[in-house]
């Protein structure tokens, strides 16, 4: 089974500025899909960002980034002018294309905004 | 929208009952999941269904069962509830891996499970 590894349980920043939440993954796949999920307090998860393997470009979504270095297995995402509205818990996944129908989850970060 | 709807999103239970989470999805997903979220430990999957009437185990199974009798439902049953089973549980819906890989889960809002 593939390992994501969030190394950063909590982190915060000033609202207005940029953090960035790190992630990990461990495969030997050529192959396959990242994602960033947000959770907020007593709410769904949802999609934040995804980004296929084979692209080099970066994905981006308005103030949502990743970095994405493939042959160091390293997804992150930048945050931007943080909002209040940010504050949640952070999951980094990883889905294999063509192979197993499980998405690996990390064990997340949890960001604090402050005002 | 996708839209994947858990029965309940509180529940308290006794010692030894049998409980029922439902789950429903409205896309024609082939897979649904049932995740257990634990502070610290993140998502950790307990089974997932691939098809109608087929399950398969996922990392944490001791305690739980699953039904699948039609492809929009999924249940997690704890076939007699203990209060290490007191967690968050989470349903997820997705399509097969291939065409649709680049599609991500999507996740029920929750059912918070409290076994006193």
């Known amino acids: 089974a593939q390992t994501v590894t969030q190394s950063q349980p909590e982190m915060s920043v000033q609202e207005a500025e940029t953090v960035t939440l790190s992630c990990t993954y461990d495969?030997?796949?050529?192959?396959?899909?990242l994602f960033w999920y947000k959770q907020p307090p007593s709410r769904q998860m949802i999609l934040v960002i995804r980004?296929?393997?084979?692209?080099?470009q970066n994905a981006t979504e308005n103030r949502f980034s990743v970095n994405f270095q493939k042959a160091a297995k390293s997804f992150s995402l930048k945050i931007s002018d943080s909002q209040l509205g940010d504050a949640a818990m952070y999951f980094c996944?990883?889905?294999?294309?063509?192979?197993?129908?499980?998405?690996?989850f990390g064990t997340g970060t949890s960001l604090t905004v402050i005002p | 929208d996708v839209k994947v709807t858990q029965s309940s999103r509180y529940l308290v239970k006794r010692t030894g009952e049998k409980v029922f989470l439902e789950c429903v999805q409205d896309?024609?997903?082939?897979?649904m999941f049932w995740y257990r979220q634990d502070p610290g430990l993140g998502l950790r999957l307990i089974y997932f269904?691939?098809?109608?009437?087929?399950?398969e185990k996922g990392d944490i199974p001791e305690g739980y069962s699953v039904s699948r009798e039609k492809k929009e439902r999924f249940s997690l049953i704890l076939e007699s509830a203990s209060t290490n089973q007191t967690s968050m549980y989470l349903c997820?819906?997705?399509?097969?891996?291939?065409?649709?890989?680049?599609?991500?889960?999507?996740f029920g809002d929750g059912t918070r499970l409290s076994i006193l």
């Open positions: 996944a990883y889905r294999s294309t063509n192979t197993g129908n499980q998405f690996y």
């Open positions: 980004q296929e393997a084979y692209k080099q």
């Open positions: 269904s691939y098809d109608v009437k087929m399950k």
């Open positions: 997820a819906s997705s399509f097969v891996p291939g065409r649709y890989s680049n599609q991500p889960q999507h």
């Open positions: 495969t030997s796949e050529s192959d396959y899909y």
């Open positions: 896309m024609d997903h082939e897979n």
